[in-house]
Antibody
Framework: QVQLQESGPGLVKPSQTLSLTCTVS??????????WSWIRQHPGKGLEWIGY???????YYNPSLKSRVTISVDTSKNQFSLKLSSVTAADTAVYYC????????????WGQGTLVTVSS | DIQMTQSPSSLSASVGDRVTITCRAS??????LAWYQQKPGKVPKLLIY???TLQSGVPSRFSGSGSGTDFTLTISSLQPEDVATYYC??????????FGQGTRLEIK
């Protein structure tokens, strides 16, 4: 059973960089076949895809966030990470990591989510 | 960009009712559509993919249909535990993932 767990600071100051890590257990990122993804949900709102990464390091980002997003992978630790720069209050959200199928990118496994608040 | 529009935005129905939620794409997406259920305070859960394929472990009262631009999620007999917000998601392009705005389902 694949499990994903987000970790990182719950509070980030405006203009700084939000950094989160997702640790995958029960399966290897290096085995391929999946896109490892970040999705966020603003309080009381819907779901927004941020981007995803393949184990090889290939990335795909939401065009609306592309200029501020970096997703990276560390296969030795079975982790992938999100960095979102120049954050504002509008980036306050629950951030989820999730697994999506390669080419058929629906999300079958999700982390529990972590609330990140942007505030001084 | 292809937009996904769900209707209604909220819905109230009685236990045992047949419930239908609609998702419309602004352009054709074949059957590259998934449905998720998010219970209050919980993580989204995949219900259906490829428009009509039930994810393992999902009760058979859930079903999906449609192709092209118009899709439906149907709950054949509403149960109290089905109270949730339901989202559709298109995945016709790996470069562009979009969710619908959600449909909140309540028990009358």
């Amino acid at each position: 059973q694949v499990q994903l767990q987000e970790s990182g600071p719950g509070l980030v100051k405006p203009s700084q960089t939000l950094s989160l890590t997702c640790t995958v257990s029960g399966g290897s990122i290096s085995s391929g076949g999946y896109y490892w993804s970040w999705i966020r949900q603003h309080p009381g709102k819907g779901l927004e895809w941020i981007g995803y990464i393949y184990y090889s390091g290939s990335t795909y980002y939401n065009p609306s966030l592309k200029s501020r997003v970096t997703i990276s992978v560390d296969t030795s630790k079975n982790q992938f990470s999100l960095k979102l720069s120049s954050v504002t209050a509008a980036d306050t959200a629950v951030y989820y990591c999730a697994r999506g199928g390669m080419w058929k990118v629906y999300f079958d496994y999700w982390g529990q989510g972590t609330l990140v608040t942007v505030s001084s | 960009d292809i937009q996904m529009t769900q209707s209604p935005s909220s819905l109230s129905a009685s236990v045992g009712d047949r419930v239908t939620i609609t998702c419309r794409a602004s352009q054709g997406i074949s059957n590259y559509l998934a449905w998720y259920q998010q219970k209050p305070g919980k993580v989204p859960k995949l219900l259906i993919y490829a428009a009509s394929t039930l994810q393992s472990g999902v009760p058979s009262r859930f079903s999906g249909s449609g192709s092209g631009t118009d899709f439906t999620l149907t709950i054949s007999s509403l149960q109290p535990e089905d109270v949730a917000t339901y989202y559709c998601q298109k995945y016709n392009s790996a470069l562009s993932i979009t969710f619908g705005q959600g449909t909140r389902l309540e028990i009358k």
